[in-house]
Nanobody, 124 residues
Framework: QVQLVETGGGLVQAGGSLRLSCTASGPILSKYSMAWFRQAPAKEREFVAGIGWSGGSESYVNSVKGRFTISRDNDKNTVALQMNNLKPEDTAVYYC?????????????????WGQGTQVTVSS
């Protein structure tokens, strides 16, 4: 069973940047599709970005396209989310998730491995 640990959250002003990292322990990540989800208070968890195990396919929710970039390093068993030009509406707990295979899922039900989450707060 893959265990996922997110780091890199924090408080930043609008327009600033943060880089989230997800490190996996246990079985290597190279055969897993990875994704970032987020959950704001009183809202459902939503898909933010995902990447196939080969790194060749990326997917983003429309609201972050052009601002966020997902990447992975299979040798280091890590997945990162670079977040630029952050907005107050990006404030949420961000979760890393993994699923076997190369296709990126956008629904929480498609993932059975999750990290504990890291808080991102963007002030206006």
């Amino acid at each position: 069973q893959v265990q996922l640990v997110e780091t890199g959250g924090g408080l930043v002003q609008a327009g600033g940047s943060l880089r989230l990292s997800c490190t996996a322990s246990g079985p290597i990540l190279s055969k897993y599709s990875m994704a970032w989800f987020r959950q704001a208070p009183a809202k459902e968890r939503e898909f933010v970005a995902g990447i196939g195990w080969s790194g060749g396919s990326e997917s983003y929710v429309n609201s972050v396209k052009g601002r966020f970039t997902i990447s992975r390093d299979n040798d280091k068993n890590t997945v990162a989310l670079q977040m630029n030009n952050l907005k107050p509406e990006d404030t949420a707990v961000y979760y890393c998730a993994a699923r076997p295979g190369d296709s990126v899922g956008i629904n929480t039900s498609q993932y059975d491995m999750w990290g504990q989450g890291t808080q991102v707060t963007v002030s206006s």
